[in-house]
């Protein structure tokens, strides 16, 4: 810690179990957080919980008729979108009546093989991470599976898939923009970051970029760089490895943020982070930078004004997960995952850091 840094003010609430992404409504002035629900005696249906940016008190409940885990707004056009992870669906939510208005269906189930090797009945791909361009009217969600990934391109206005690009390569989780040039990056779990044009949709580059495992990313609009999570797990390294048609070098260390040209891929900064970090979070006004760490049970918080100078690490256990920010305040909203001691079904949590 950083003597002249204060520690931040937390507030925490327990909300719902099985908690995953969160977004923060600067227009609405609400949290909207995803939970998958539960299962067994006494189950929990898939919702998303809105919640008072204050108090953390839920405010209102809106049922899901398939899990989401990803989510993504649009405060512009009032709009939460839903992503289904394992249902190849996307639930689009009116911020302001708190109704489902449209569900896009991305693919049907084919007959392949499932994650273990073993002929199933599947959706060819799981979802993550959404990005929405008004520009185009198009909402961008990359399809991950072990060894074909995809990007789904859906028409916001008609929810209906515009075009489906294969050959993301291995585990593509990760998507930001650069709203200026008109284009999109999608990362995957092989060290490529891929360049698509968002008005033509076609694919203009693969760059190799030095890191293994590139997770979530934003955009840093001032500085005109990608901010990545190379995350470092050893069971995706595993998983990897064992992709007989996948001839791949480690090239990455982990636990670190890298900062990539995009116009070349180069990695120009690695900034170490606390151990298994998963999302990050950028305030491009104040200069701060937040990571999520999930076996750490930390955010760590950086000066990107100064070096990316850590400024504090935030004890949030047990696993951070998702971090939003209030642009207006400067707070961050973080939804936290239960470690193995709690008990089955109960309630995950949301905490609300404020710095001084």
């Excluded at 609400?30 to 839920?58: C, W």
């Excluded at 185009?136 to 028409?155: E, Q």
């Excluded at 390569?169 to 990362?187: N, R």
């Excluded at 939003?324 to 305040?329: F, G, K, M, S």
Aim: aromatic share 6%; proline share 5%; net charge negative.
């Amino acid at each position: 810690m950083t003597a002249e840094v204060a520690a931040p003010k937390v507030v925490r609430a327990a909300i719902a179990p099985a908690l995953y992404e969160l977004a923060y409504s600067p227009k609405q002035r609400a949290v909207f957080v995803a939970s998958v629900g539960s299962q067994g005696e006494g189950t929990a249906t898939p919702k998303i919980f809105r919640l008072n940016p204050d108090t953390l008190a839920v405010e209102a409940e809106i049922a899901l008729d398939f899990p989401g885990l990803g989510v993504t707004l649009d405060d512009d056009n009032n709009r939460l979108y839903v992503g289904n992870a394992f249902d190849a669906a996307v639930t689009v939510i009116d911020t302001r009546t708190n109704h489902v208005v449209g569900v896009a269906k991305l693919a049907e189930k084919v007959n392949a093989l499932g994650f273990d090797g073993k002929p199933t009945v599947r959706y060819p791909h799981n979802l993550r991470e959404l990005l929405v361009d008004n520009t185009t009217g198009r909402l961008f969600a990359p399809g991950i599976w072990i060894d074909d990934s995809s990007l789904y391109v859906v028409n916001l206005k008609t929810l209906a898939v515009e075009k489906v690009m294969p050959g993301f390569g291995f585990g593509a989780a990760g998507v930001t923009m650069d709203p200026k040039l008109g284009k999109v990056y999608v990362a995957n779990m092989q060290g490529q970051v891929f360049v698509v044009d968002a008005k033509t949709l076609e694919l203009d580059r693969v760059m190799e970029v030095q890191a293994d495992q590139l997770l979530n990313m934003v955009f840093d609009n001032k500085a005109g760089r990608i901010l990545a999570i190379d995350q470092g797990g050893a069971n995706v390294d595993g998983v990897r490895a064992n992709l007989a048609k996948l001839d791949y070098k480690p090239r990455g260390t982990g636990n670190r943020v890298v900062v990539i040209n995009p116009a070349t891929g180069e990695v120009e900064k690695s900034i170490p982070t606390g151990t298994g970090p998963v999302n990050l979070v950028l305030d491009e006004e104040r200069g701060r930078l937040y990571v999520t760490n999930r076996v750490s049970g930390t955010v760590t918080v950086y000066d990107r004004n100064d070096n990316d100078r850590e400024l504090y690490s935030v004890a949030v256990p047990d696993f951070p997960n998702t971090p939003r920010l209030d642009p207006q305040t400067g707070a961050v909203y973080v939804s936290i995952k239960n470690g193995e001691q709690a008990g089955k079904g109960s309630n995950e949590s949301v905490a609300k850091l404020t710095f001084e």
